[in-house]
T-cell receptor
Framework: DTGVSQDPRHKITKRGQNVTFRCDPI?????LYWYRQTLGQGPEFLTY????????KSRLLSDRFSAERPKGSFSTLEIQRTEQGDSAMYLC??????????FGPGTRLTVL | AQTVTQSQPEMSVQEAETVTLSCTYD???????LFWYKQPPSRQMILVIR??????QNATENRFSVNFQKAAKSFSLKISDSQLGDAAMYFC??????????FGKGTKLTVNP
């Protein structure tokens, strides 16, 4: 299967720690998106890359959040000094055009 | 800014029956796309159906069809011949002026045998 993959699938951390998530998109997709989904809500957009360029960032993405896509392939999302409010499912999606976004299984973050 | 509203937190349907999930949206864009995504329990989100706003014809995909009312900014999903595997969270989403998807809060669909 060559779908979108995310690692780790689950992460438990203590408040104040830094965490990093990885997303590997479908290989031919040049667009990569990050979303955050809290319980009982739909996904909320965080940021978007086209190739290695970060083209859009949500106001939800505070200074503690940073995302990279260094070679236009995989992407990382880092959260510094985690807070309990950061507990959520972090979803990655990729696409080849302004069209269907293919989602990964997500990384569930729990901040204690 | 775009907004998407799903007013039905939960719906249920008997197997083999038809169910309609509601969605309304608001956008200032003239060119936009609308989507329904399905998120089964503990599984990843998959696209069910999409509609380009400039197309008047309602999209259909096998047992899934939409009723797109552009003037009313309504985009409902009809599932015919419901199957147990249709049980999931269903999210309505809009995309326009930007590549990001804006999602509603979702509708949890239960299919009763």
């Amino acid at each position: 299967d060559t779908g979108v993959s995310q690692d780790p699938r689950h992460k438990i951390t203590k408040r104040g720690q830094n965490v990093t998530f990885r997303c590997d998109p479908i290989s031919e997709h040049n667009r990569l998106y990050w979303y955050r989904q809290t319980l009982g809500q739909g996904p909320e957009f965080l940021t978007y890359f086209q190739n290695e360029a970060q083209l859009e960032k949500s106001r939800l993405l505070s200074d503690r959040f940073s995302a990279e896509r260094p070679k236009g392939s995989f992407s990382t999302l880092e959260i510094q000094r985690t807070e309990q409010g950061d507990s959520a499912m972090y979803l990655c999606a990729s696409s080849s055009s302004v069209d269907e976004q293919f989602f990964g299984p997500g990384t569930r973050l729990t901040v204690l | 800014a775009q907004t998407v509203t799903q007013s039905q937190p939960e719906m249920s349907v008997q197997e083999a029956e038809t169910v309609t999930l509601s969605c309304t949206y608001d956008t200032s864009e003239s060119d936009y796309y609308l989507f329904w995504y399905k998120q089964p329990p503990s599984r990843q989100m998959i696209l069910v159906i999409r509609q380009e706003a400039y197309k008047q014809q309602n999209a259909t995909e096998n047992r899934f069809s939409v009723n797109f009312q552009k003037a009313a900014k309504s985009f409902s999903l009809k599932i015919s011949d419901s199957q147990l595997g249709d049980a999931a969270m269903y999210f309505c989403a809009a995309q326009g002026g930007s590549e990001k998807l804006v999602f509603g809060k979702g509708t949890k669909l239960t299919v009763n045998p």
